[in-house]
């Protein structure tokens, strides 16, 4: 079992930053691939970025590509999401997700989630 608790969320003006947090609890979490998916008001769950968990590879939705990066820490079982540059529309809650398979994880199929974290970007 995984269990997953985000941090970092709050209220930033347009150009701002803000560090989400995903604090992992479980000793299978280092082999899992850790995700963020963020949800707009009225919006479906959409895929912001992965990373595995073996090689640390990163992916990302191309909207946050230069903007946002993701990281992890095996050692603190935590996954980072650093968001930089922030628009109005990434305001969302973001959910921090995590899988034994990348795919389930970029398709939104993930087994494991936190609550979700709110992320504001006002302009």
């Known amino acids: 079992q995984v269990q997953l608790v985000e941090s970092g969320g709050g209220l930033v003006q347009a150009g701002g930053s803000l560090r989400l947090v995903c604090a992992a609890s479980?000793?299978?979490?280092?082999?899992?691939?850790g995700g963020w998916v963020r949800q707009a008001p009225g919006k479906e769950r959409e895929f912001v970025a992965a990373?595995?968990?073996?090689?640390?590879?990163?992916y990302y939705t191309d909207s946050v590509k230069g903007r946002f990066t993701i990281s992890r820490d095996n050692a603190e079982n935590t996954v980072y999401l650093q968001m930089n540059s922030l628009k109005p529309e990434d305001t969302a809650v973001y959910y921090c997700?995590?899988?034994?398979?990348?795919?389930?994880?970029?398709?939104?199929?993930?087994?494991?989630w936190g609550q979700g974290t709110q992320v504001t970007v006002s302009s």
């Open positions: 990373i595995a968990w073996n090689d640390g590879s990163t």
């Open positions: 997700a995590a899988d034994g398979s990348l795919s389930a994880v970029t398709h939104l199929r993930a087994d494991y």
């Open positions: 479980g000793r299978t979490f280092r082999s899992h691939h």
